[in-house]
């Protein structure tokens, strides 16, 4: 579960209630912000929208990432390093068809592929190229994703300015009959604010992680194919380890190597 998303979901929610109830009617005055016209029309019109620009299956697939804001991926560069030190430490003592039987118990899959094209013998330029299509797809599935939700965060507010409209219209149109003035103006005002929330509460924030969930991915994918080439070429554990750490803050760097677990495997 990432934290960080929960607690950002839960706030922001405290922050809007609190907002509302912080005026001389308290809780009395949370159905005022409650308006099924303004809903239908931001949420209901904004949705017509994205689907409109996607494909049925992206429709889906995007709502489904959702789950990947609050899941935590559980990437940890310096333990990826490690295990990769400690393969070096395993080919160069026994040699690379030795990773063979120690492939069998790795669990992810990319740098269980990695190593199996490596110990099969691959050209190492075909390791790479190989290695390096399974990342550009793997991203362009993640952007269509964070493109989704850019997409609602753009049409949001947009729908909530259509909402506006339509109150205004309704408003000046009647502006004889006093008691459809306040209705019209709550239209108006809410839509506007329904389509702020959907933007900055909802899928901004979502779209922002899957990019930062996306980075990280790419980065442990590119400490695998970096150590697996280097291990294809025979160089020196140490060489290795001194090579992939540059991709951690200094901070960091102390969880790799003799100090955070990588050496003998």
């Given amino acids: 579960m990432d934290l960080a998303t ?59 990432s959702f789950g990947a804001t609050i899941s935590d991926p559980g990437y940890n560069p310096a333990e990826m390093i490690n295990n990769i030190i400690n393969l070096s430490n395993v080919a160069r003592k026994e040699g690379l068809l030795a990773l063979e039987e120690t492939a069998s118990n790795i669990e992810d899959p990319f740098l269980k592929k990695g190593l199996m094209l490596v110990v099969d013998g691959t050209d190492p330029e075909l390791v790479r190229g190989i290695l390096e299509t399974d990342m550009d797809c793997t991203e362009a599935r993640h952007k269509q994703n964070i493109g989704f939700w850019e997409k609602w965060a753009e049409l949001g507010p947009a729908w909530g300015m259509i909402g506006t409209l339509i109150g205004l219209v309704n408003m000046l149109k009647n502006l004889d009959d006093f008691a459809s003035i306040g209705p019209n103006m709550a239209v108006a005002l809410l839509t506007t604010l329904y389509g702020s929330v959907i933007a900055n509460y909802i899928c901004g924030p979502a779209g922002s992680k899957l990019k930062v969930n996306n980075d990280m991915e790419m980065q442990m994918r590119t400490i695998v194919v970096e150590g697996l080439l280097s291990i294809q070429a025979g160089e020196n554990p140490h060489t290795i380890e001194e090579k992939l750490k540059n991709f951690l803050p200094p901070s960091g760097r102390d969880a790799v190597g003799s100090g955070g677990g990588g050496g003998e495997a």
Avoid: Q, Y
């Fill in 6 to 64: 929960i607690i950002g979901i839960v706030l922001g929610l405290v922050m809007i209630i609190f907002g509302i109830i912080s005026g001389d009617g308290g809780f009395a005055l949370l159905p005022n912000f409650i308006d099924i016209p303004s809903v239908i029309i931001t949420i209901g019109g904004s949705l017509a929208g994205l689907i409109g620009a996607n494909k049925i299956p992206d429709v889906i697939g995007g709502f489904s």
